[in-house]
């Protein structure tokens, strides 16, 4: 009766560890509508033909974040920022799951991403990016990041990024978090 006991105590405790994880794993504090309502742009009704086109790299109001680095969240093996800020970015809807992007000079392509998501409201909702180390209570890293993607009045793009990032290391915990909105101008279709 005992070892009865104690075994569904333990089988108990696993499930309650489990639920925490799965908890952990599958909440977001990040959403396309939180994302919407941050955003001050007014966003014209959302069309394919007007968001495929050639846009600048380079953001007038953040320049140290061009729009490669904040679509592909790296900055590029091949070149660095400052060069990279030379090109321009090349975005196709190709259906309604995949925004095709590529890093262009002229007639040349450098890059090419596809990024999954779905249309949502006015704009492409690129897929969360979700990291997470859960070994918690002993070490703990979560890393969000979602970001969605429209145009303006003029055509111009309109990008929204929210992130979140958080950690632990035997109980003591930190995090960082925000919402970051940048307009591109548009080139050309």
């Known amino acids: 009766m005992i070892v009865r006991h104690n075994f569904e105590k333990m089988k108990l405790g696993y499930i309650y560890k489990l639920l925490f994880l799965i908890i952990i794993l599958f909440s977001s504090c990040i959403s396309t509508k939180k994302l919407i309502r941050n955003s001050t742009t007014e966003i014209s009704e959302f069309d394919k033909n007007n968001l495929d086109g050639i846009y600048s790299n380079i953001n007038k109001q953040a ?9 592909t969240k790296t900055i590029t093996q091949k070149f660095n920022q400052t060069s990279i800020e030379n090109y ?36 492409f909702s690129v897929d969360k990016d979700l990291k997470l180390i859960p070994f918690y209570p002993i070490y703990y890293i979560r890393n969000e990041q979602k970001t969605i993607v429209g145009n303006d ?37």
Do not use: C, M
Request: proline share 1%; net charge neutral.
């Open 63 to 71: 320049e140290n974040n061009s729009l490669w680095f904040i679509l």
């Open 153 to 189: 009045k003029d055509g111009n793009l309109v990008l929204v990024n929210g992130f979140e990032s958080e950690g632990a290391i035997l109980f003591l915990g930190n995090g960082n978090n925000g919402i970051y909105e940048y307009k591109f101008e548009k080139i050309k279709n």
């Open 88 to 123: 321009n970015v090349k975005i196709t809807l190709s259906n309604d799951k995949t925004l095709n992007i590529k890093l262009v000079k002229q007639d040349s392509i450098l890059e090419e991403y596809n990024l999954p998501g779905k249309i949502k409201n006015q704009y």
